[in-house]
């Protein structure tokens, strides 16, 4: 716990940073009496710093509401039942959480039939979809840092949005082993990915490779152990394909040698809540425990495309780690389990305490295999995504079964 009054920080105290996928566990967070916000102690992460920055180191004080006017959690929760029980179709929408929110949203989910989509859906659907196509060798970061002899990023730098990727790997950005896969001229990214797992494969290409690929692919030829890295956020619509292509210059080398893909991807809780929704029921995010049992829709499902189309007459949209704007639901009652800063005029608010600041919790790191633990940073007397989920679990139940919630 921060040291508010003296304003010494936790400093010594690890703390798990939540705002990025890496979920760092090495630096403090300093909390000065007096101070606007949150600091980041050991480090100059941006994203982290932007992160704190959302949070005083004042306890929240944010109030339940309903239509704008502040209420009791109970009345809010008994709001967001009714909302619930009388919705034919609704969304959960957003999911930024941690697993007990999740776990806690997924029995609420098969009470009601939602449908269930993440605020980065579009970008966590390409991995989806390319796993369930094809499968894929994945790494971890000490795997990458121990054993890599070329890491490969395809499309940016990683830098820029995970900032500590590098570090967290132990290359530098001027060090040998590190290559920047880029479309060469006049080629867009999923023609440069094709052209090099066709030139891995060792198979003809019209007109020649550009030399950058040609070099690159002797590299990862001559690699005792390469992984490519790649930024999910960054892929164009369509671009499980372009995951497809580099899973496929990976099962080619590892024909005759070692070699693994390491996605960037699935912060703010979304790979925690597609992780335990696809334990729980067996399929991903985008999914509906409905009338017609289990359906996964990866396209159909999508919030956006359900709310163009007018396609769910109420939403429950969760973020929890960052105040982030709702999307446009004109006419659709609507309830946020957010940040306290999400606060609206129309339907419900309940805020909720963020992981990792606030309140204990755990989130999957970037390779998937690790869920790693949080703790809070300040006394926060707000209930988290769980706590209100359940009670309103329960509310719907009782008020479906036609008993006073
Ligand atoms: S790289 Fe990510 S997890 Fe690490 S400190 Fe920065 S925002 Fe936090």
């Given at each position: 716990?921060?040291d508010?009054?003296?304003g010494?920080?936790?400093?010594?105290?690890?703390?798990?940073?939540?705002?990025?996928?890496?979920?760092?566990d090495?630096?403090?967070v300093?909390?000065?009496?007096g101070a606007?916000?949150?600091?980041?102690?050991?480090?100059d992460?941006?994203?982290?710093?932007?992160?704190?920055?959302?949070?005083?180191?004042?306890?929240?004080?944010?109030?339940?509401?309903?239509?704008?006017q502040?209420?009791?959690?109970?009345?809010?929760?008994?709001?967001?039942?009714?909302?619930?029980?009388?919705?034919?179709?609704?969304l959960?929408?957003?999911?930024?959480?941690?697993v007990?929110?999740?776990?806690?949203?997924?029995?609420?989910?098969c009470?009601?039939?939602?449908?269930?989509?993440s605020?980065?859906g579009?970008?966590?659907?390409?991995?989806?979809?390319?796993l369930?196509?094809?499968?894929?060798?994945?790494t971890?970061?000490?795997?990458?840092?121990?054993?890599?002899?070329?890491?490969v990023?395809v499309?940016?730098?990683?830098?820029?949005?995970?900032?500590?990727?590098?570090?967290?790997?132990?290359?530098?950005?001027?060090?040998?082993?590190l290559?920047?896969?880029?479309?060469?001229?006049?080629?867009?990214?999923?023609?440069?990915?094709?052209?090099?797992?066709?030139a891995?494969?060792?198979?003809?290409?019209?007109?020649g490779?550009?030399?950058?690929?040609?070099?690159l692919?002797?590299?990862?030829?001559?690699?005792?152990?390469?992984?490519?890295?790649?930024?999910?956020?960054?892929?164009?619509?369509?671009?499980?394909?372009?995951?497809?292509?580099i899973n496929?210059?990976?099962?080619?080398?590892?024909?005759?040698?070692?070699?693994?893909?390491?996605?960037?991807?699935?912060?703010?809780?979304?790979?925690?809540?597609?992780?335990?929704?696809?334990?729980?029921?067996?399929?991903?995010?985008?999914?509906?425990?409905?009338?017609?049992g289990?359906?996964?829709?990866?396209?159909?499902?999508?919030?956006?495309?359900?709310?163009?189309?007018?396609?769910?007459?109420?939403?429950?949209?969760?973020?929890?780690?960052v105040?982030?704007?709702?999307?446009?639901?004109?006419g659709?009652?609507?309830?946020?389990?957010?940040?306290?800063?999400?606060?609206?005029?129309?339907g419900v608010f309940?805020?909720?305490?963020?992981?990792?600041?606030?309140?204990?919790?755990?989130l999957?790191?970037?390779?998937?295999l690790?869920?790693?633990?949080?703790?809070?940073v300040?006394?926060?007397?707000?209930?988290?995504?769980?706590?209100?989920?359940?009670?309103?679990?329960?509310?719907?139940r009782?008020r479906?079964?036609?008993?006073?919630?």
């Amino acid at each position: 716990m921060t040291d508010s009054d003296s304003g010494s920080g936790v400093g010594a105290a690890p703390w798990t940073c939540p705002f990025c996928p890496l979920l760092c566990d090495t630096f403090g967070v300093t909390a000065a009496a007096g101070a606007p916000s949150l600091a980041l102690q050991g480090s100059d992460c941006r994203r982290a710093g932007a992160g704190l920055a959302q949070f005083t180191p004042q306890p929240a004080a944010a109030s339940p509401q309903r239509d704008g006017q502040a209420c009791s959690l109970e009345a809010a929760i008994d709001a967001a039942a009714a909302i619930l029980a009388a919705s034919r179709q609704p969304l959960f929408g957003g999911l930024g959480t941690d697993v007990a929110g999740a776990r806690a949203l997924y029995p609420l989910a098969c009470e009601t039939g939602a449908i269930c989509d993440s605020a980065q859906g579009d970008v966590l659907m390409h991995g989806v979809r390319a796993l369930q196509d094809r499968g894929r060798f994945s790494t971890t970061l000490a795997e990458v840092h121990e054993r890599a002899d070329l890491v490969v990023c395809v499309g940016a730098d990683p830098s820029e949005r995970y900032p500590l990727f590098l570090e967290r790997c132990g290359i530098a950005p001027a060090d040998p082993r590190l290559a920047i896969l880029v479309p060469a001229e006049g080629q867009d990214l999923f023609d440069t990915v094709a052209l090099l797992a066709a030139a891995v494969e060792g198979r003809a290409v019209q007109g020649g490779l550009p030399p950058a690929l040609a070099a690159l692919c002797e590299r990862l030829h001559a690699a005792r152990y390469a992984v490519l890295v790649y930024e999910t956020g960054r892929l164009p619509a369509h671009g499980a394909l372009i995951i497809e292509a580099i899973n496929r210059v990976v099962a080619t080398l590892n024909r005759r040698t070692r070699a693994a893909a390491l996605a960037l991807a699935g912060g703010e809780g979304a790979s925690a809540v597609n992780d335990v929704f696809t334990w729980l029921s067996g399929l991903p995010l985008r999914s509906r425990a409905g009338p017609a049992g289990l359906e996964h829709e990866p396209l159909r499902f999508g919030a956006p495309r359900l709310l163009a189309d007018h396609a769910v007459d109420a939403v429950l949209w969760v973020s929890s780690f960052v105040a982030q704007p709702l999307p446009a639901a004109p006419g659709l009652p609507r309830i946020v389990l957010g940040h306290p800063a999400m606060a609206t005029d129309d339907g419900v608010f309940i805020p909720v305490s963020t992981p990792g600041i606030g309140s204990a919790g755990h989130l999957f790191r970037v390779d998937g295999l690790v869920v790693v633990p949080l703790r809070p940073v300040v006394a926060d007397p707000l209930p988290t995504v769980a706590e209100v989920v359940q009670r309103l679990t329960v509310a719907v139940r009782a008020r479906r079964q036609g008993v006073a919630a």
